[in-house]
């Protein structure tokens, strides 16, 4: 009996030191980004890097095991880039850094956050392209990508989300077609609002504004120059 209570503690002790040591790393990755981030508005004064953890830094939430779930940065008035390692969040439901000055592409990594819920990096000065990677982000609801300046064309890898139900790439620079693999989200996903006004696609886009499914195709016109 009793080396079964002494194995039932040192299990207990290494799960706690791997919640601990997960919670460090996922601090670690944060500061990591703080420092490459410009702040005027002083809103990361509290990513302290000495903390145990990042649990107690404004603008972070964890679970109930001390790993990050969100962080909540819109209208910050923060800019600088993105850092690949923000990938390595493997908790991470909502990414919310909208309204910034944010700069420099989409990490490639952000498809390895398997947990996400919604990534909203709309109104920034985001360039490059839209990652293909996002399309394994299997819980992704909502995708915001506009008033940025991405370039080159929309995914195919996009309709593998099947649980998008917003999808905003409007005020972009991209080019080529909506894929047919995005559209059909809209018939056989659970997509309720596709926007891709205001780029260089081949199509015209009558409207903007949320509209039912079937008027989705129908608004949908390609070029036939």
């Given at each position: 009996?009793?080396?079964?209570?002494?194995?039932?503690?040192?299990?207990?002790?290494?799960?706690?030191?791997?919640?601990?040591?997960?919670?460090?790393?996922?601090?670690?990755?944060?500061?990591?980004?703080?420092?490459?981030?410009?702040?005027?508005?002083?809103?990361?004064?509290?990513w302290d890097p000495t903390l145990v953890n990042p649990c107690t830094w404004f603008h972070v939430t964890c679970n109930n095991v001390n790993s990050v779930i969100r962080v909540d940065l819109g209208n910050a008035g923060i800019s600088g880039t993105l850092i690949p390692q923000l990938g390595q969040l493997k908790n991470l439901q909502y990414l919310e850094l909208y309204a910034n000055n944010m700069s420099g592409p989409i990490p490639t990594t952000l498809g390895n956050l398997t947990r996400l819920v919604s990534l909203d990096l709309y109104d920034n000065h985001l360039t490059g392209v839209i990652p293909s990677s996002l399309g394994a982000v299997g819980r992704l609801r909502f995708l915001r990508l506009h008033g940025n300046k991405l370039a080159g064309v929309i995914p195919a890898s996009l309709g593998r989300l099947t649980k998008l139900v917003e999808l905003e790439l409007q005020e972009n620079m991209l080019t080529g077609t909506v894929p047919l693999e995005v559209l059909s989200l809209v018939l056989v996903g659970d997509l309720t609002e596709l926007n891709v006004a205001k780029n260089n696609l081949a199509g015209t886009i009558?409207?903007?504004?949320?509209?039912?499914?079937?008027?989705?195709?129908?608004?949908?016109?390609?070029?036939?120059d």
């Open positions: 009996m009793e080396a079964q209570t002494g194995a039932a503690l040192l299990l207990a002790c290494l799960l706690a030191l791997a919640t601990i040591a997960s919670s460090n790393t996922e601090g670690d990755i944060l500061y990591s980004q703080r420092q490459v981030w410009k702040d005027p508005n002083n809103v990361l004064t509290s009558k409207s903007s504004k949320p509209r039912g499914r079937d008027a989705y195709i129908c608004d949908l016109q390609l070029s036939k």
